[in-house]
């Protein structure tokens, strides 16, 4: 198939990669996209999401599917429930979210242009597709790793602790 090919995925055969207890589900890649943009339903635990992270060369979408966040920046904190979609701008601020529900939170990402989808194939591990992995803290090697394969792909990470100073 050429890419200019329309070019379908089912959730299935979707790559499901393992990030601290989420899933993520690469429904497009950077490489199907030509670098253009990658689309990643997020399977977010209660209480679980990303540490604060910022990225200045790329923006992100969240459209909430299922359950709720509240969305963190050191201004605000904002909940976002089942039908929102949350933007972070090219040039946005350091962020990350948290599941407040009860239930599973499910995310459709959207970054444009792509790289987030290939931090996560090298800092995450594959899991099978509709499973969430067991919450293990992260070795030291595992943050030096995750660190280093951040800024690779345009990432700063921070501790999780960064908004609670």
């Known amino acids: 198939m050429s890419s200019k090919d329309i070019q379908i995925t089912s959730k299935e055969g979707a790559e499901t990669i393992a990030i601290g207890a989420s899933a993520y589900n690469i429904l497009l890649s950077s490489q199907r996209s030509e670098g253009q943009l990658a689309i990643i339903e997020m399977l977010v635990p209660p209480n679980g999401g990303p ?52 239930v599973n939170a499910r995310l459709l990402c959207i970054v444009a242009p792509a790289g987030l989808d290939q931090f996560f194939e090298e800092a995450g591990r594959k ?9 293990v803290p992260p070795t030291p090697e ?11 792909y345009g990432q700063k990470l921070y501790p999780k602790d960064y908004f609670d100073k």
């Open 127 to 135: 899991i099978p597709s509709g499973t969430l992995p067991e919450p």
């Open 142 to 152: 595992q943050i030096a790793h995750a660190n280093q394969t951040a800024e690779k």
């Open 51 to 102: 540490i604060p992270h910022e990225h200045k060369g790329f923006q992100e979408c969240f459209y909430v599917l299922e359950g709720e966040v509240e969305m963190i920046t050191q201004e605000n904190r904002i909940p976002a429930k089942q039908g929102d979609l949350v933007h972070i701008p090219l040039n946005g601020p350091i962020h990350c979210f948290k599941n407040t529900g009860s």
